[in-house]
């Protein structure tokens, strides 16, 4: 019988004594909760905005654990969304879904300025 070792980082581990089904455990972490009003409140907000249950759900779910990893409130964070104007939800909720994410997966942004019809008559197409 042979001793599979592998090196790794922090020195060699033994591939015999690692159990494969123990290699998921705390990978999934369902560890909060919220109230089904606040949910039901996060989602019913989301649908109103983007007109589709699926992608509501989506985004409730991302708006939730993210305010969760940060300490914050999902209210707090929906009351302040309900103050932006209109069409300016989209730049804020990628900004606040990338508190969360990776400096390698950021969310992109999409900045597009209502131009002046004067200045925008001047530029040559």
């Not at 060699?12 to 560890?31: A, V």
């Amino acid at each position: 019988m042979s001793n599979k070792q592998t090196n790794t980082n922090l020195g060699q581990i033994s591939l015999e004594k690692t159990d494969p089904k123990n290699y998921w455990n705390n990978y999934f972490k369902p560890d909060f909760t919220v109230s089904p009003g606040v949910d039901a409140a996060i989602i019913s907000y989301f649908e109103r905005v983007a007109e589709n249950r699926s992608a509501a759900k989506a985004l409730a779910s991302a708006v939730i654990y993210t305010a969760h990893s940060q300490n914050m409130s999902p209210m707090e964070i929906l009351d302040e969304f309900t103050k932006l104007p209109k069409g300016e939800l989209s730049s804020y909720l990628t900004l606040f879904l990338n508190m969360q994410r990776v400096g390698t997966s950021y969310l992109g942004t999409s900045n597009q300025p209502p131009i002046n019809k004067y200045v925008q008559r001047a530029i040559l197409p």
